[in-house]
């Protein structure tokens, strides 16, 4: 048996209900998030293709050049 490898994202509670209310509304919406070390990261909420559900993108910040 094979151990699956969670990926938990924290959410303060206004970008909770944010993300919440665009998912059933199904509007669009960005919303940051905390991953454990790795920092904010931001969360995007589509509508899917020809209406079909959602589609949710996890974005990285660009990394800061000199």
Known sequence: MTMSKGFT??????????LAGTLLAGDSCAVQVRHGKSGTLLLCALPGERGQGMR?????????TD
């Open 9 to 18: 994202l924290d959410l303060d509670p206004e970008a909770a209900g944010l």
């Open 56 to 64: 949710l993108h996890l974005r990285m910040p660009d990394a800061a």
